[in-house]
């Protein structure tokens, strides 16, 4: 099993920058991707950033250029760094883990952009 915590959510303006963190604790070393999702109301949950054994990153086209995903695998901890943010960024923010059996979702952050 495996246990993830966002956080850094909150409230910006456009054009502002946030941080999140997701801190996995569990049996970590099963980990082999893992990756940020982001869902708002009345859409799909969507993959924003993932970040593969290595460190290959890919990024969903609406935020290449502006969002930056990272791993600090020796402190088990997930990040992504979301500069420039426009309104359509709006949504829930979801960390996610896949393992080598299962995969494992976070309770997931709120992000607003607004002025």
């Known amino acids: 099993q495996v246990q993830l915590v966002e956080s850094g959510g909150g409230l910006v303006q456009p054009g502002g920058s946030l941080r999140l963190s997701c801190a996995a604790s569990?049996?970590?070393?099963?980990?082999?991707?893992m990756a940020w999702y982001r869902q708002s109301p009345g859409s799909q949950r969507e993959q924003v950033a993932r970040?593969?054994?290595?460190?290959?990153?890919n990024y969903a086209e609406s935020v290449k250029g502006r969002f930056t995903i990272s791993r600090d695998i020796a402190n088990d901890a997930l990040y992504l760094q979301m500069n420039n943010l426009k309104p359509e960024d709006t949504a829930v923010y979801y960390c996610?883990?896949?393992?080598?059996?299962?995969?494992?979702w976070g309770q997931g952050t709120q992000v607003t952009v607004s002025s």
């Open positions: 996610y883990a896949r393992a080598r059996i299962h995969g494992y």
């Open positions: 569990g049996n970590t070393i099963t980990i082999i991707n």
């Open positions: 970040i593969i054994s290595g460190g290959q990153t």
